[in-house]
């Protein structure tokens, strides 16, 4: 392939066909790889109007928006990964530790409901009454353990 194509006034529309179907591979193979890649060429073919870059430098422009869109969303945005040492995949009720919630069927001899949400947790904590606030502790498995608050 020559570079001929990017030279001229073809470029913009070359590298923002470019970016349209990188975009669109992006949706049928999601990786979040193929979308750096084609904002990167949408970005050089709409800078291509006011910079009027040689094919070689269109290029290399193309490659380091790459690289920097690609490190931005490697370092900054992290797609929601968290990194940690303590897998709680199968911990859901974890992730209500610390808030506090009305009890909705009594808690006696140690067990009750709580209402987190729209919905009913089994709960093991202190006897406490319909309607009282109690603090979700953390989980054992489908079950949140409480405390009292205050």
């Known amino acids: 392939m020559t570079l001929e194509i ?13 970016g349209a179907v990188l975009l669109m591979l992006e949706i049928l193979a999601p990786g979040a790889f193929l979308l750096w890649l084609g904002l990167a ?9 006011f910079l009027h870059l040689d094919a070689g430098l269109q290029l290399v422009l193309f490659a ?3 690289l920097a869109l690609g490190l931005f969303a490697r370092l900054v945005l992290r797609y929601g990964v968290t990194v940690t ?5 199968n911990q ?12 909705e069927e009594a808690i006696t001899n140690g067990r009750g409901k709580v209402k987190i949400g729209d919905t009913l947790w089994i709960a093991e904590g202190p006897d406490a ?3 009282a606030r109690v603090r979700v502790k953390g989980s054992r498995g489908t079950v949140v353990v409480t405390e009292p608050v205050g």
Do not use: E, K, Y
């Open 64 to 66: 380091a928006l790459s």
């Open 41 to 49: 060429a949408i970005l050089v073919g709409l800078l291509q109007p």
């Open 92 to 103: 859901a009720g974890n992730r209500f530790a610390g808030q506090i919630v009305s009890v």
């Open 129 to 131: 009454a319909a309607g």
């Open 6 to 18: 990017l030279n001229g006034s073809n470029a913009l529309w070359v590298w923002l066909g470019g």
């Open 85 to 89: 040492d303590h897998g709680t995949l």
